[in-house]
């Protein structure tokens, strides 16, 4: 069965001919994949397709359809979506053009639903998970491009199918993606265990000044670091993976200084706390597991005042699980 929404994305697709598909700044693998999944089999069905990402995707070139990349778009569009952007601004300038997304796919839990039509899947893995539940009913075929850059999607935002939220339903989904064709060593490879020298070098400035309070553990990386190793991509090249395997620590969290006086923060827990709601206070957003914000000010500033909101959480959390055992324990 078909539902309402899917019969009615299909007749908008199957009516336009000029497509505009955006994803947010600094994108990462289920925004790529999910961008290049989405268009390349959009291209297949013969229509006209503008991939946009305002900060390009050259991290990405071993995906296919990577080359059509490009950070703003020109003339007019039949139809504009946004995928795995929990708000407007998070795609950056490049459709302030446009006016309102006709459709917006996403699975973050804290999307504002921006679009006029939204299919929105908090309970999904990826948004790369989310287009492939949905494409065959929007009249598109998964061929093994598309399903490479799905299966992207999905082994990043599960960190290679090692996040809580991985089911034998997600699995059966990958291997889905594997029959039509999808490489997972590939992918896996390229998205997880290859990196480049100056990436693990810029590690090593934010492993030095590590630092756990509690169940707090976090570094920060500044402008300095990245230019001393070289790494020039803004973005933490993974550390907060490395942050969030610590033993000791519920909550990690990482300060990436940026251009301009901001600050990225990323946070990461286990199952148990949501840190979606803090990073969303902050102006940020995310899932329970993994969320994060941009947050203007210093990075002395900013490291002062999400530590000590972070610290208050955890404090928070481990009040209520001891009120719930003394509870559970009186009755
Ligand atoms: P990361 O820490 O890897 O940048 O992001 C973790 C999760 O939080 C991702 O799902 C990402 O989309 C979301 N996220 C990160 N930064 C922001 C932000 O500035 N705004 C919003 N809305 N979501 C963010
Ligand atoms: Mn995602």
Known sequence: MISQIDQDIAEKISAGKRFVIASHIRPDADAVGSLLGLGL????????????????????????GSEYVIRSPVGEADMIIVVDCSDAERVGSVLNDYGQPDLVIDHHKTN????????????????????????????????????TCLLSGIVG????????????????K???????????NHVYNEELVLRSFSAVHYWGFGLKRIE?????????????????????????????????????AKIALLFVEQPGNSVKV?????PGLDVSEIAYRFGGGGHAAAAGADIKGSLAEVKHRVIAETLELLENSSMKNRSIIQKNFGE
């Open 174 to 184: 990958a291997a889905s993606l594997i029959d039509l064709g999808a490489d997972l």
């Open 212 to 248: 756990l309070q509690g169940e707090l553990v976090w570094t920060s990386l500044t402008l300095a670091d990245q230019q001393e190793s070289g790494y020039d991509q803004g973005d933490d090249a993974n550390l907060v993976n490395v942050l969030s395997s610590i033993r000791e």
């Open 157 to 172: 935002d599960t960190i290679g199918f090692r996040t809580p939220n991985v089911d034998a339903n997600l699995l059966r």
């Open 112 to 147: 504002l639903a921006f679009g006029k039509i939204n299919v929105v899947e908090p309970d999904q893995v990826a948004t790369a998970a989310v287009l492939f539940d949905h494409i065959p009913a929007w009249g598109l075929s998964i061929d093994p491009d598309v399903a």
């Open 41 to 64: 089999a959009l291209m297949k069905a013969g229509k006209t397709v503008q991939l946009v990402l305002e900060d390009g995707a050259e991290k990405y070139d071993y995906l296919p």
């Open 266 to 270: 990323s946070w990461r827990t286990g």
